[in-house]
T-cell receptor, first 115, second 113 residues
Framework: GAVVSQHPSRVICKSGTSVKIECRSL??????MFWYRQFPKQSLMLMAT?????????EQGVEKDKFLINHASLTLSTLTVTSAHPEDSSFYIC???????????FGPGTRLTVL | GNSVTQMEGPVTLSEEAFLTINCTYT??????LFWYVQYPGEGLQLLLK?????DKGSNKGFEATYRKETTSFHLEKGSVQVSDSAVYFC????????????FGQGTTLQVKP
């Protein structure tokens, strides 16, 4: 199947700093990518849809100025958590659809810990 | 709006036991339905899917049938193995080709030898 990578896999940062997470589709092009957040022992919550060539679409309740999304190319989307606080600590997962049925392939996730 | 409800876990079974994880959904139109699995420390992997009513998805011994009359997509496996221990997520995608998935809350399965 298609491969989606994320970098870094883990990041620890101080409160107030910004952190960038990359999501790459390795063997296909993706005009759309999705960013999810997963709290411990809970489900995935869709944060936003990243669109190549246009602005991201944010889900209700997600601060767009806090979580900056840039779909830089057909294979790369980035999520920047700005002025991170401990409550932003979470597991962030991206996905990208491809194929005739728009099957979504998920990245391995990024564990963010804000001290 | 669209939503997915899964049975609460954790589910603990002995090896070779029969598994059922219930999943029901609410959606307009004709959604596609999915089961994803998340092994410890890993990302989500698609386990199986069904795109229309009465379709049966199957993979690795797991099965689920898209039942529109009961709005259900229950996951079953006849004989579980220790290696099946993971978190299982039911999900739906609406009938628009946006690709946006709505997930259930996830069910943790633990299989003991």
């Amino acid at each position: 199947g298609a491969v989606v990578s994320q970098h870094p896999s883990r990041v620890i940062c101080k409160s107030g700093t910004s952190v960038k997470i990359e999501c790459r589709s390795l063997d296909f092009q993706a005009t759309t990518m999705f960013w999810y957040r997963q709290f411990p022992k809970q489900s995935l919550m869709l944060m936003a849809t990243s669109n190549e060539g246009s602005k991201a679409t944010y889900e209700q309740g997600v601060e767009k100025d806090k979580f900056l999304i840039n779909h830089a190319s057909l294979t790369l989307s980035t999520l920047t958590v700005t002025s991170a606080h401990p409550e932003d600590s979470s597991f962030y997962i991206c996905s990208a659809p491809t194929g005739a049925y728009n099957e979504q392939f998920f990245g391995p996730g990024t564990r963010l810990t804000v001290l | 709006g669209n939503s997915v409800t899964q049975m609460e876990g954790p589910v603990t079974l002995s090896e070779e036991a029969f598994l059922t994880i219930n999943c029901t959904y609410t959606a307009t139109g004709y959604p596609s339905l999915f089961w994803y699995v998340q092994y410890p420390g890993e990302g989500l992997q698609l386990l199986l899917k069904a795109t229309k009513a009465d379709d049966k998805g199957s993979n690795k011994g797991f099965e689920a049938t898209y039942r529109k009359e009961t709005t259900s997509f229950h996951l079953e496996k006849g004989s579980v193995q220790v290696s099946d221990s993971a978190v299982y997520f039911c999900a739906l995608r609406g009938d628009r080709p946006t690709g946006k998935l709505i997930f259930g809350q996830g069910t943790t399965l633990q299989v003991k030898p």
